[in-house]
C-alpha cells in the first residue's frame, strides 16, 4: 500500500482543497490528510478568525470520498516523524521552516515529496476577501 501525506488548514473547504484529495490520492491509494490544531494557527496567526473548530474541520475534511485518513498535527516537521506514509503532497507556498525541515526528513528517510498544483482562481483568502465584501 502507497500512503499519501497532505497538510493544512482546511477552514474555508473549497474545491480547491477537494482537487487537492483528489490528486493526491492519485498518488497512491490511501490517502491522510493532516488538519492542523486551532491552537497552533491561532499561535502563528493570531489575527485569524477561525470559522471551524479542529473537530469540525477534520469531520469535514473526513466526509471527502478521496480522503481514508484524518489526524490533527501542530508541526508538520514533527508530523513527519509521527506518521507511516510513502508520499508527502505539499502545496507551492508551504514553504517555512517546518515544511523545510519536513522536506529535508522526506530526503533523508527515502519519503517523496510531490509540489501539489493550486487551483486556479480559487483560495480561502479570496473566498473570505469575498464573504467580506458581500
Do not use: W
Not at 490528486?23 to 490544531?37: M, P, S, W
Amino acid at each position: 500500500m502507497k500512503k499519501v501525506l497532505t497538510v493544512g488548514v482546511y477552514d474555508l473547504l473549497h474545491i480547491g482543497h477537494i482537487e487537492l484529495f483528489r490528486k493526491a490520492k492519485a498518488l497512491g491509494n490511501h490517502l491522510i490528510v493532516a488538519v492542523q490544531d486551532s491552537e497552533v494557527v491561532l499561535q502563528y496567526k493570531p489575527d485569524v478568525n477561525l470559522v471551524y473548530s479542529t473537530e469540525e474541520r477534520c469531520y469535514m475534511v473526513k466526509s471527502i470520498r478521496y480522503v481514508d485518513e484524518v489526524v490533527v498535527y501542530r508541526g508538520v516537521d514533527e508530523l513527519v516523524n509521527e506518521i507511516d506514509f510513502d508520499v508527502f503532497a505539499k502545496g507551492p507556498d508551504q514553504n517555512h521552516e517546518g515544511f523545510c525541515k519536513a522536506e529535508a526528513y522526506c530526503r533523508e528517510n527515502g519519503k517523496q515529496v510531490v509540489i501539489m498544483p493550486r487551483t486556479e482562481g480559487v483560495s480561502s483568502s479570496q473566498l473570505k476577501e469575498l464573504i467580506k465584501s458581500m
